[in-house]
């Protein structure tokens, strides 16, 4: 059997113990992100990201979220934790987006009933490497564990797109082959039943890698 050219990326978000940073990267996780927004159950301080990253893998981007955080505390964050990359879930613009001298994804809320324009998104955010299409409506947080309705991805979307929002290990395989998207980005679904918010579960974690190296295979 030869092997897929096209890989679809994964990050694991939310995360809030270094042996489950480490772990992802042992898996093969792309990407790990750090929750800043103010009222996620999963917000972890810059000090303590900082701490974490040393578990991280080579090769493996550290991602910071942050929704409508000050200037100030997105300079704290960049410069203690040294991301890769940042994602903003709220109402920023593009100007404060790319102010920071780092590539940024924009998170897209598909929680609403209207068409998602992938010109006006383009035009909207034209400094974004890519967006992520959450499940949450406009205005809210993410990381609930719901997801959208995949057939809303519109076809023709102009920069690299990760589909987040109530992925697991069961759903993610479907998830791929509806939307094929460059990623997915999974909080609640990798984590341990009866933990707090942001414990990861390590065969969670494993599960949801092999069910997207499966998709890749289909
Ligand atoms: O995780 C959070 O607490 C969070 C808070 C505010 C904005 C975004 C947040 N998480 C993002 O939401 C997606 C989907 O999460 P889930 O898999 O449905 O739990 C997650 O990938 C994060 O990027």
């Known amino acids: 059997m030869t092997s897929p050219l096209f890989r679809t990326r994964i990050k694991f978000c939310g ?11 042992e898996l ?4 790990v992100g750090f929750v800043f927004a103010e009222q996620s159950r999963r917000r972890v301080e810059p000090r303590q990201a900082a701490a974490m990253r040393e578990a991280l893998a080579p090769m493996v981007d550290a991602v910071a979220l942050f929704m409508d955080n000050g200037k ?8 203690l934790v040294r991301p890769s990359l940042l994602q903003f879930h709220g ?14 994804l924009k998170a897209v809320a598909m929680g609403s009933d209207g068409p ?15 967006f ?20 809303r991805v519109p076809g023709g979307m102009l920069k690299p797109f990760l589909v987040a929002g109530g992925l697991t290990p069961d759903n993610v395989h479907d998830a791929i082959l509806a939307t094929r998207p460059w990623g997915v980005d999974v909080s609640s679904g990798v984590e341990a039943a009866g933990e707090p918010a942001g414990v990861k579960d390590g065969a ?5 890698v092999e069910e997207v190296r499966r998709a890749d295979c289909g």
């Open 15 to 25: 995360m809030t113990r270094p042996g489950d940073v480490r772990l992802a990267g």
């Open 28 to 31: 093969g996780v792309d990407a």
């Open 72 to 79: 100030e505390e997105v300079q704290q964050v960049v410069g």
């Open 91 to 104: 109402d920023e613009d593009d100007a404060f987006c790319r102010a920071f001298g780092l590539p940024y």
């Open 116 to 130: 998602l324009d992938p010109l006006a998104l383009h035009a909207r955010y034209p400094a974004a490497a890519g």
């Open 132 to 151: 992520l299409l959450d499940a949450h409506a406009p205005g809210e947080g993410g990381g609930t564990g719901r997801a959208f309705d995949w057939s």
């Open 204 to 208: 969670r974690m494993r599960r949801f």
